[in-house]
């Protein structure tokens, strides 16, 4: 696509937009700040290096698409090529089961800084922050209850294993003098109903306050919890009431992933409540399908209001924003470019929204003007302002980007 045309319908849009009290300049310097977490395990189906097996413990992948990363460097290749097609400057998060073991077993509970040594230099060599990930599924010791099990010796197995990851991410977060912020998420749950509902969630309490004892200025922590897991459906420990009032009486982060609800709840609903009484949110931006199927992020209603809400209360600066699907069924490259260009775009159209126009109509019970406004900035010409964002930053523009993974395909991926 020619820059000319490009910077053409950008000059246009600036003024359409101008004309409704929107500075289209700020609202890209917001955007070009704005770090968007890549998810490592969509290079590989969640296997990991550990044990290279498929996923268990309440998830799965579904499809065989060919190329998936088999190895550490693979893993990399990837990320670094995925690089060269977004926008802006990104982190990465990295799962536990994603340690640079150099082929040698180490079981959860042993797991050291030295582990991820490669990863924290390879984060600075290419000018990326990392992010962490405790990781309780996929291991002989999973079951159906991990940091909520009664069995002390499985409970204290699990329990160190965090402790460990937090040390870890704390590691990452000094080295990179930013916080590495680092989700725990247990699958822990039951098939059929139980009977003792109150005390798995106090175990789970308990040893979640006894992981958190131990002070780390290199590390935020974050909380996720969930709706069922395969296998578990009819009870989740870490429910989204349980960890709201943990998060809530602990001034802890909230994570709020999208996949986690019920198909029917809107995750947008939830932001202003949380932002009055936990300090930040974690985002996992997917899509789910009937179920937490982890598509690849598109630009749908959930997601763009989601992003909107959080611009609406003046809190993006409260959120930090990641990615979390594993799409098997596609090529796993363009899985990653299509939800972060869509997580972008959803942010740049909150971005775009004549905020202070619409509070003052609001505040003037003027809600006819409010709605019409509301509306009609849905079809301003906020395309031609993305297209300018990656212009500005020497990336594909459009769908450029497609013939881009074709060649990478086709040269890379498809002789694994």
């Known amino acids: 696509m020619k820059a000319e045309l490009i910077e053409k319908a950008y000059a246009v849009a600036k ?33 990991g290096f550990e044990r290279n097996e498929a996923l268990s413990g309440g998830i799965q992948t579904t499809g065989n698409y060919p190329g998936r990363a088999r190895n550490i460097d693979e893993v990399r290749k990837d990320i670094e090529f995925v690089k060269t097609l977004l926008a ?28 991820f040594q490669s990863w ?34 499985i409970r204290d197995f ?21 916080p590495c912020i680092m989700n725990i998420w247990v699958h822990d749950g039951s098939k059929d109903m139980p009977v003792q509902r109150k005390k798995y969630r106090e175990i789970l309490a308990a040893s979640l306050d006894e992981i958190m004892e131990e ?38 982060m909230y994570t709020l992933d999208t996949g986690h609800y019920e198909p029917t709840e809107n995750v947008s609903d939830f932001v202003s409540t949380l932002l009055m009484y936990v300090p930040e949110l974690m985002l996992h931006v997917s899509r789910p399908v009937r179920w937490d199927s982890d598509h690849v992020t598109i630009m749908n209603d959930q997601t763009l209001d989601l992003f909107k809400e959080l611009v609406r209360a003046d809190a993006l600066d409260r959120a930090h924003v990641g990615l979390d699907y594993f799409d098997a069924s596609i090529n796993r490259i363009g899985a990653y470019i299509i939800g972060t260009r869509a997580t972008q ?29 509301m509306e009609e900035a849905k079809s301003l010409p906020f395309g031609a302002v993305f297209d300018y964002f ?20 086709k040269d890379v991926t498809s002789k694994r």
């Open 15 to 47: 003024e359409r937009y101008a004309a409704i009290g929107v500075d289209t300049d700020a609202v890209l310097d917001q955007l070009q700040k704005q770090q968007i977490s890549l998810h490592c395990w969509q290079t590989d189906d969640v296997v």
């Open 88 to 115: 802006g400057n990104h982190r990465l998060n990295l799962h536990e089961i994603y340690g640079d073991f150099g082929g040698k077993f180490v079981d959860r509970d042993q797991v050291e800084v030295c582990h």
């Open 120 to 153: 924290i230099d390879w984060a600075k060599e290419n000018n990326m922050k990392l992010d962490f990930n405790s990781t309780s599924f996929s291991h002989p010791k999973s079951g159906d209850l991990t940091l909520s099990n009664p069995d002390k010796e």
């Open 158 to 178: 699990w329990i160190e294993h965090t402790k460990r990851c937090r040390r870890i991410a704390d590691a990452m977060g000094k080295a990179q003098n930013d």
């Open 215 to 252: 002070k780390l200025d290199g590390v935020k922590n974050c909380f996720e919890a969930k709706l069922f897991g395969i296998g578990l459906e009819s009870y989740t420990v870490g429910s989204h009431d349980f960890y709201t009032a943990y998060c809530a009486t602990r001034k802890q």
């Open 345 to 373: 775009k959803c942010i740049l159209q909150a971005l775009l929204e004549p905020k202070a126009k619409l509070r003052e109509y609001e505040d003037n019970g003027q809600n006819f003007e409010r709605l019409a406004l």
């Open 390 to 409: 990656n212009l500005k930053n020497n990336v594909p523009v459009g769908e450029e980007f497609i013939a881009c993974i074709q060649q990478y395909e």
